[in-house]
């Protein structure tokens, strides 16, 4: 695929995004109408009681680079950066997804879980290829872009991403691993993961964020949309180790199918990793959206 970035963000942008990713048209009018919804809401002010801990002042969302699209995914780890391969070091997994700035870049599953119906793919691939199950979960009543401005801008733009698909009655014990990581600076990345648990179904998933310290304010807007059926437990485990120069907003959201609450995972601290650890099997409290800034 030809590189294809664009500059600013825009609804043009938008537009773009959706045709370097060959969509289908109900998940382009879906962001489109993200993109209605974010224009319309105000930036957060700092006398806000989510935001008024956190400083916004340096983020120019008009010199935020929203995405950079080519394609670039490989068939062996080996033909990753190098600093990327480090990140990821050793660890035995059932699967394995790394999402490259704004692209899928590997996949690994077992085989033995496809043969089971395990769905362990980067998002915008399930949008083409499983249309019906996407559709019906992705930023639907568990974290609809109306949460505020950065939801929207973030279902706007939404790219790479995961989706983890147990069927009924299928218990995975080894963990699954989602690995995001940045490189390009001044960019803003927006990774999706979304997670189905049909009924009685059982899983453990890791899902990193990473990058080096890179020139300039880079954005990370990330949302997390957990559907668990009855009886399913999924224990989901967050880490986050961020450059320096990176604000950060993270939506959470679990539940089950047409019962769901914003969830946010743990307290965030200045300058270290964000661990987020915790077994789920009924739809949590609900709580704040989470936000950082590593500047």
Same mark, same amino acid.
């Given at each position: 695929?030809?590189?294809?970035?664009?500059?600013?963000?825009?609804?043009?942008?938008?537009?773009?995004?959706?045709?370097?990713?060959?969509?289908?048209?109900?998940?382009?009018?879906?962001?489109?109408?993200?993109?209605?919804?974010?224009?319309?809401?105000?930036?957060?002010?700092?006398? !806000?009681?989510?935001? /008024?801990?956190? !400083?916004?002042?340096?983020?120019?969302? !008009?010199?935020?680079?929203?995405?950079?699209?080519?394609?670039?995914?490989?068939?062996?780890?080996?033909?990753?950066?190098?600093?990327?391969?480090?990140?990821?070091?050793?660890?035995?997994?059932?699967?394995?997804?790394?999402?490259?700035?704004?692209?899928?870049?590997?996949?690994?599953?077992?085989?033995?879980?496809?043969?089971?119906?395990?769905?362990?793919?980067?998002?915008?691939?399930?949008?083409?290829? @499983?249309?019906?199950?996407?559709?019906?979960?992705?930023?639907?009543?568990?974290?609809?872009?109306?949460?505020?401005?950065?939801?929207?801008?973030?279902?706007?733009?939404?790219?790479?991403?995961?989706?983890?698909?147990?069927?009924?009655?299928?218990?995975?014990?080894?963990?699954? /691993?989602?690995?995001?990581?940045?490189?390009?600076? *001044?960019?803003?990345?927006? $990774?999706?993961?979304?997670?189905?648990?049909?009924?009685?179904?059982?899983?453990?998933?890791?899902?990193? @964020?990473?990058?080096?310290?890179? !020139?300039?304010?880079?954005?990370?807007?990330?949302?997390?949309?957990?559907?668990?059926?009855?009886?399913?437990?999924?224990?989901?485990?967050?880490?986050?180790?961020?450059? /320096?120069?990176?604000?950060?907003?993270?939506?959470?959201?679990?539940?089950? $199918?047409? /019962?769901?609450?914003?969830?946010?995972?743990?307290?965030?601290?200045?300058?270290?990793?964000?661990?987020?650890?915790?077994?789920?099997?009924?739809?949590?409290?609900?709580?704040?959206?989470?936000? *950082?800034?590593?500047?």
């Amino acid at each position: 695929m030809i590189r294809t970035e664009a500059q600013r963000l825009s609804l043009e942008a938008v537009g773009a995004l959706s045709w370097a990713n060959d969509e289908p048209e109900w998940l382009q009018e879906r962001r489109r109408e993200a993109w209605r919804i974010y224009e319309s809401i105000p930036m957060p002010k700092p006398t !806000d009681e989510e935001w /008024r801990r956190t !400083d916004l002042s340096g983020l120019v969302l !008009d010199e935020v680079l929203p995405f950079v699209a080519d394609g670039a995914s490989v068939a062996t780890l080996g033909e990753l950066p190098r600093d990327l391969r480090q990140a990821l070091g050793e660890m035995q997994t059932g699967g394995l997804l790394v999402q490259r700035n704004s692209d899928a870049a590997y996949r690994r599953l077992d085989p033995e879980l496809e043969k089971r119906g395990v769905l362990f793919i980067d998002l915008e691939t399930a949008a083409r290829d @499983y249309p019906e199950l996407v559709q019906q979960y992705l930023l639907g009543e568990a974290l609809p872009p109306s949460y505020g401005k950065f939801a929207a801008l973030h279902a706007a733009f939404w790219s790479g991403g995961m989706l983890l698909y147990v069927p009924r009655g299928v218990e995975i014990d080894i963990p699954l /691993r989602a690995h995001t990581w940045m490189d390009i600076p *001044r960019m803003g990345i927006f $990774p999706h993961t979304l997670v189905v648990l049909e009924p009685g179904a059982k899983a453990l998933l890791l899902d990193e @964020y990473v990058s080096p310290t890179l !020139d300039g304010l880079n954005l990370a807007s990330a949302g997390v949309e957990i559907y668990l059926g009855e009886g399913a437990q999924l224990t989901y485990a967050q880490a986050q180790d961020w450059g /320096r120069n990176k604000l950060q907003y993270w939506t959470c959201c679990a539940g089950t $199918p047409g /019962r769901s609450s914003p969830w946010a995972s743990s307290p965030l601290l200045p300058d270290t990793p964000l661990p987020c650890s915790c077994p789920i099997n009924t739809p949590p409290p609900p709580s704040s959206w989470c936000v *950082r800034s590593n500047q």
